[in-house]
Structures are given as structure tokens and as C-alpha cells.
Nanobody, 124 residues
Framework: VQLQASGGGLVQAGGSLRLSCAAS????????MGWFRQAPGKEREFVAS???????YYADSVKGRFTISRDNANNMINLQMNSLKPEDTAAYYC???????????????????WGQGTLVTVSS
């Protein structure tokens, strides 16, 4: 599975961005997909996940502001980010795995496939 993330950029606080992650080699419907982020000097952290069942999960820090969705027609997932804050500034990575138990979806090591990062910068 190959993943290609895109959509990052510079935005003012309160603004919105939409990240996309295109997959090849396998359909996203059969995968658990996730978004993680990593700020300079910090560990990679969980943002959101979309299981093959369609259930979604979010980090508390983004709940109510971010929405993860799946575009089956284009074999990709999206992360709509609204009400962005300076603390959302990070490199964002998409990840995928064919089989993750629910209790493991927030851990980077649970995902076998990773895309390159796309940088999101939120100015105050």
C-alpha cells in the first residue's frame, strides 16, 4: 500500500484546511486509516482514525473541529480541519493497516503503511 498525503499549508488561527491521502495498492474500504501529527521536538500523536467499518475516532484535542472521511470513488481519505489553532501546527501523516484492534488505533506502531508528511502551519 502506498499513501500520498497532500493539502497542507499556512492558515490563520480560526481558519480551515482539508488534507487528503490517496491510497494505491489496496482499497481504503478494507483498511483502517489514520491521521497522526508531529510537531517539532514532540512525539508523533494520534489525530483521527476511520475503521473499515466506517466508525471514526478522534483525539480529544481535535474532537468537534476535525472530521475524517472516506472517498471510495477516489480511493482516498480526507481530514477536514476547522477552527484551527496555533497548537495544531505540525507535520501531518496518514497511515493505514489492514487489521488493527480497536484498543490500538491511537498508536503509531499499529500501522504498517505511512505516507509522507504534509506540513500544516497555523499562525496566531
Amino acid at each position: 500500500v502506498q499513501l500520498q498525503a497532500s493539502g497542507g499549508g499556512l492558515v490563520q488561527a480560526g481558519g480551515s484546511l482539508r488534507l487528503s491521502c490517496a491510497a494505491s495498492g489496496r482499497t481504503v474500504r478494507g483498511l483502517t486509516m489514520g491521521w497522526f501529527r508531529q510537531a517539532p521536538g514532540k512525539e508523533r500523536e494520534f489525530v483521527a482514525s476511520l475503521r473499515h467499518s466506517g466508525h471514526t475516532y478522534y483525539a480529544d484535542s481535535v474532537k468537534g473541529r476535525f472530521t475524517i472521511s472516506r472517498d471510495n470513488a477516489n480511493n482516498m481519505i480526507n481530514l477536514q480541519m476547522n477552527s484551527l489553532k496555533p497548537e495544531d501546527t505540525a507535520a501531518y501523516y496518514c497511515a493505514a493497516d489492514p487489521s488493527i484492534i480497536l484498543s490500538s488505533i491511537a498508536f503509531p506502531h499499529s500501522y504498517a503503511y505511512w505516507g509522507q508528511g504534509t506540513l500544516v502551519t497555523v499562525s496566531s
